[in-house]
């Protein structure tokens, strides 16, 4: 990350993608009379515009665009503008049909959609790069552009012969001769030996199981390959004198395309497009999931929320609706962990295509909704809580005691053929543990394997099937230097290349954890174990195994069957830290006591000493000269806040208690840390 290219900082950035290019010139006078209704101060532009800036190959019309941009000025709205290169126009298809992705089963993608492209074909690139370069010389220096968002959602794979030619060369700049793929990849296995580089293929569809470790080196080479792509078009930005800062939107939490911690070296923000994952309670946690994730990859810096729905969105694989409550606490969610602005796909539903059941700011039913007047409410709270964006001088904007352990590659690593459970799901396990945090009321971080650590008190390290040298010491020095870490099952087995180390389980994190894992016992979807916890009695699921401490302590064994007895939980004491693991996925309430338990023993509380009830978000974000104070009550139920404070929302002062209706919020500036309380309910002491 570079941090001298900055959004601005005296506001957040409300609004979303913006298509004017769908809609006829009349029909934006009145978006922007809405949007200055509604408060909107940023739009998306240009997203998926490329046939229309460049209508034939080298032909551009940027009329359209400088009279966009001009109108945005004027009404003190600024403009994120992307590069459109995420949908090549039908002409591009037909002068270069190389161009056209290829799946892994041979067949040739057409034209007709969106993102058909070949990352790797020079013709792309160079396309690219050109449209990149007019956009950044014609608009750099304009008065109403507040950033770059180059492309849309990067992680369209190709197979094809350009991206095999591409993956070799990849490929000799990590192993340098066939002699040392041959060895990572364990060719001497089913007769896959390569004796000349032509022969390396990307892992296309074949006979059975393919090779693990060509399938991951895949992905690690198009992460690469991508984000090459995308530096190209940052160096046109940057080449023609703009000074703003540069982006591009990852995309979750189904895409996982990206090695975001190498990519987010190359931005000066992280932003992220996030849609929930389900729109019942659960969707809470999943918004904070995505926040932490994008503050983390950005080293604790803000971020931006690019995308999110509106009230209602209908994707191919789920619909969701949110009530309009749901939108503001959730925009405040993420700003509460970091972004700095709540920016929506999109601002007007379309007329037509293929989303236009997706919803916007605007609805199909106009701005007289119910829903529009919910966005106005936004917008007053952003411009209410505006002093907020100011970030630190210094250190994160959300402080965390407690890490998790991300790293794509870990998930990457889950996601190859036969391991020895298909219920084995390294991001699943991820998101329960950042879960049990979020019911905990306890602030998470996420960090690389072989990140600096010293500064949490508790590291966790979910599922991380395949570890390298480097992260194996990471985590020793951290024990040793005092921290707690906590392993989950399936963790450290293998090194990057996926080489299983011999002499028991977790092979690489056997000494540090203390014990000898002898026998896995994967368990069936239906079946659970039943578990004695020094805590009380649990459950575990999708795994078991056999084991014996090596050293470690036993905290916890299982209660029946073939492994009764043997140990489930373990803490392992090393240098002046500990070294703790269980040995199956604990159902949620078993997770939670663990991790407080450990939290507990690592001396990690809640931001203001007690969690909240029960629904009640709270999270503390750092500004310029005060620390803000977020209370989301995601429940029907009033609940009364009191403390040394001034809520900015309602205006008031919170020393007597503020209540916080049901489904409500408030945004305190914060005059001190102690004596703050929760209490279910109306309660006014005023
Ligand atoms: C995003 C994408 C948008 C829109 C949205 C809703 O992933 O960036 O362009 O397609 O999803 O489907």
């Known amino acids: 990350m570079t941090s001298e290219r900055r959004l601005p900082t005296d506001r957040f950035l409300f609004g979303g993608d913006y298509n004017p290019e ?5 029909v934006w006078h009145e978006d922007v009379a809405l949007m200055r209704r509604a408060g909107v101060n940023a739009v998306t532009v240009g997203v998926f515009s490329w046939s ?5 190959e080298g032909r551009y019309e940027f009329g359209w665009l400088d009279r966009v941009m001009d109108l945005m000025h004027a009404n003190g709205i600024g403009v994120l503008l992307a590069t459109p290169t995420a949908s090549p126009p039908p002409w591009f298809t037909r002068a270069y049909p190389d161009a056209m992705p290829v799946g892994p089963d041979g067949v040739r993608l057409s034209h007709g959609s969106r993102d058909t492209y070949a990352i790797s074909s020079p013709d792309y690139r160079r396309a690219s790069r050109r449209i990149t370069a007019e956009l950044a010389r014609r608009y750099g220096a304009h008065p109403a552009l507040l950033g770059w968002h180059l492309h849309n959602e990067y992680g369209s794979y190709d197979w094809g012969p350009h991206a095999a030619a591409a993956f070799r060369r990849w490929l000799r700049q990590r192993y340098g001769s066939l002699e040392a793929l041959n060895r990572a990849w364990y060719t001497a296995f089913w007769s896959q030996n390569y004796s000349d580089w032509e022969d390396v293929l990307p892992p296309r569809r074949t006979q059975y199981l393919a090779n693990p470790t060509q399938s991951v080196d895949y992905r690690r080479f198009m992460s690469d390959e991508m984000l090459a792509a995308m530096r190209e078009q940052r160096e046109e930005v940057l080449a023609a004198g703009s000074t703003v800062p540069v982006t591009t939107n990852f995309m979750l939490p189904t895409w996982n395309h990206l090695e975001q911690w190498s990519w987010s070296q190359s931005l000066d923000l992280v932003s992220m497009d996030h849609y929930l994952d389900t729109d019942g309670p659960d969707g809470e946690t999943h918004a904070a999931y995505g926040s932490d994730l994008s503050r983390s990859w950005g080293h604790g810096a803000p971020w931006l929320l690019m995308e999110q729905s509106s009230i209602s969105s209908t994707l191919p694989d789920r619909r969701v609706h949110k009530a309009t409550h749901r939108v503001i606490r959730n925009s405040l969610s993420y700003v509460a962990r970091g972004s700095q602005g709540a920016l929506f796909f999109q601002w ?21 909704s119910a829903s529009f007047e919910g966005f106005t409410t936004l917008g007053r709270t952003l411009e209410a809580i505006r002093e907020v964006a100011q970030p630190p ?18 998930w990457w690593a889950t996601e190859v053929e036969h391991l020895p459970s298909a219920a084995l799901n390294y991001s699943e396990t991820v998101r329960a543990t950042h879960r049990a945090l979020w019911h905990a009321g306890i602030p998470v971080d996420f960090v690389a394997p072989g990140a600096p650590l010293g500064r949490y008190r508790l590291v966790l390290v979910p599922s991380l099937y395949a570890v390298d040298d480097a992260t194996v010491a990471n985590f020793e020095a951290y024990v040793r230097g005092g921290g707690h870490l906590a392993v989950w099952p399936f963790t450290g087995y293998a090194d990057e290349n996926l080489h299983v180390a011999p002499g028991g389980y977790p092979g690489r994190l056997r000494d540090l954890l203390g014990l000898r894992v002898e026998e896995l016992h994967p368990l069936d979807a239906a079946d ?16 078991s195994e056999r084991s014996t401490s090596t050293g470690a302590e036993v905290l916890g064994t299982y209660l029946d069957g073939d492994l009764a007895g043997n140990p489930a939980r373990t803490r392992h004491a090393v240098g002046s830290g500990a070294a703790h693991y269980v040995s199956t996925f604990l159902d949620p309430d078993s997770l939670g006591r663990w991790l407080r338990d450990l939290a507990g023993q690592a001396q990690v509380t809640p931001p203001l000493g007690e969690a909240p009830p029960a629904g009640i978000e709270v999270v503390v974000r750092r500004g310029a000269d005060h620390d803000y104070l977020f209370v989301l009550n995601h429940t029907a139920e009033p609940v009364t806040v009191t403390g040394p404070g001034h809520d900015l929302v309602s ?3 919170c020393a007597d208690g503020r209540p916080v209706e049901g489904y409500g919020w408030a945004v305190v500036r914060l005059a001190g840390r102690d004596g703050w309380r929760w209490e279910r309910g109306v309660v006014d002491r005023g």
């Open 528 to 543: 659970q174990v039943g578990l004695e916890l020094a805590d009380g009695r649990g459950t575990g699921g999708t795994w």
């Open 393 to 410: 001088a210094t250190g994160p904007v959300v402080e965390a005691d407690v890490a998790i352990v991300w790293h794509a590659e870990g």
């Open 52 to 56: 229309v800036l460049e209508p034939a």
């Open 22 to 26: 769908q809609w006829p010139e009349e």
């Open 348 to 368: 007007r539903a379309p007329a037509a295509g293929s989303e236009v059941w997706h919803g916007g700011i605007v609805p199909h039913v106009g701005a007289e």
């Open 651 to 653: 205006d008031r002062a």
